[in-house]
């Protein structure tokens, strides 16, 4: 539970991030996520290749705030479709939604 709302929807959220990610508007995005009545119970940040050091961070802070974040780090820098395969293929659960980093979920998304 994330204040009163609940880590209860059994759907992996899958968001590549890219070293020209702007830490402004992936930050704006990740609280979008907890801002739900109903949060997914993962959410796989993919970094396909480098990212900035200060997007980074911020990753770090959510990742000890929230237990259901998980990291996947693509060594190289191989473009949207192949980080988000890999996103869906160590998903554990068989709904799975995306978010590009730049993206605000809306209130209901996740009803």
């Not at 949060?39 to 000890?64: H, R, W």
Request: aromatic content about 6%.
């Amino acid at each position: 539970m994330v204040g009163s709302k609940n880590i209860n929807l059994d759907i992996s959220l899958v968001m590549a991030v890219h070293y020209e990610v702007s830490l402004k508007a992936f930050d704006k995005s990740i609280k979008s996520i907890f801002k739900q009545n109903n949060i997914p119970k993962e959410i796989l940040i993919i970094f396909d290749g480098e990212i900035a050091s200060d997007v980074e961070e911020c990753i770090s802070k959510y990742i000890s705030l929230y237990a259901n974040i998980k990291i996947l780090k693509m060594k190289n820098n191989s473009g949207l479709a192949k980080a988000l395969n890999l996103g869906i293929l160590n998903s554990t659960h068989s709904l799975v939604a995306r978010l590009d980093p730049d993206d605000e979920v809306l209130s209901n998304r996740f009803l």
